[in-house]
């Protein structure tokens, strides 16, 4: 089964969606040596982006510009929090190479030259034929993923011993805070669709990458502090 290149496809990685497949992957969980990529997840980062889905679809479907300024609100003050922390990095879009698995959206605007980008999302991705308990503990380390227990992911995914290729979501941080910005401006000026129109231009910046792209451009994860 392979990926819907449209904002779904975010969603299943922010949101909802805690399980996807692929035809053949090749990633052995040794690779993953101590859960590093998980460590460069941005909560922040994620946060923001479950605002801006929550804002667009209050939008989107009822209209109500009110109802979708404190998740606007929300989303620039958790943007604002991941730019001073150290899990974004720096990068020009070109060297991303983004994953087989998810096609670039349609409606993806490239950014040119160098850029700050935020893991705001990751998920693993598993075969068809991957045994049913197995199937689970993929489902809750997904999960777990979600909401930011990286270390309960770790331990989940020790069981399923089989091939899993881990995606991230990456989002150039100035575009989506401008775009947020302006999806802002439009709700407090009462244009939902104007609004919604912006926050779609936020979702679709987002390039989704493997784990070996972001351990190659990423900043070192420290080693935890032995006790």
């Known amino acids: 089964m392979k990926f819907v290149p449209t904002i779904a496809a975010i969603s299943s990685i922010l949101c909802a ?11 052995h969980w040794e690779k993953f040596k101590a859960h590093r990529a998980f460590h460069h997840l941005s909560a922040d980062g994620q946060r923001a982006f479950q605002d801006i889905l929550k804002a667009r679809d209050i939008l989107q479907t009822t ?32 060297d991303l190479h983004p ?62 011993g089989a091939d899993a ?26 244009h939902p669709q104007d609004a919604v129109d912006a926050l779609n231009q936020a979702l679709n910046s987002v390039v989704f990458v493997s784990e070996s792209t972001i351990e190659t451009l990423a900043p070192a994860v420290p080693a935890p502090a032995k006790k």
């Open 17 to 27: 969606t805690p399980f996807a497949s692929a035809d053949s992957l090749h990633t």
């Open 63 to 94: 209209g109500k510009t009110e109802a979708a300024i404190p998740a606007l609100y929300d989303a620039q003050k958790r943007l604002a929090a991941a730019e001073k922390a150290d899990k974004k990095f720096q990068a020009a879009e070109s």
């Open 99 to 160: 994953s087989p698995q998810h096609s670039i959206l349609a409606n993806h605007q490239p950014v040119v030259g160098q850029t700050d980008w935020l893991p705001v999302g990751g998920e693993f991705i598993v075969s068809e034929t991957l045994a049913p308990e197995k199937k689970a503990a993929v489902i809750s380390a997904n999960a777990q993923l979600k909401t930011g227990n990286t270390d309960q992911a770790a331990q989940s995914m020790k069981v399923v």
């Open 165 to 190: 290729d881990f995606i991230m979501a990456l989002a150039p941080i100035a575009p989506v805070q401008g775009a947020v910005y302006r999806a802002t401006v439009f709700t407090e000026g009462h």
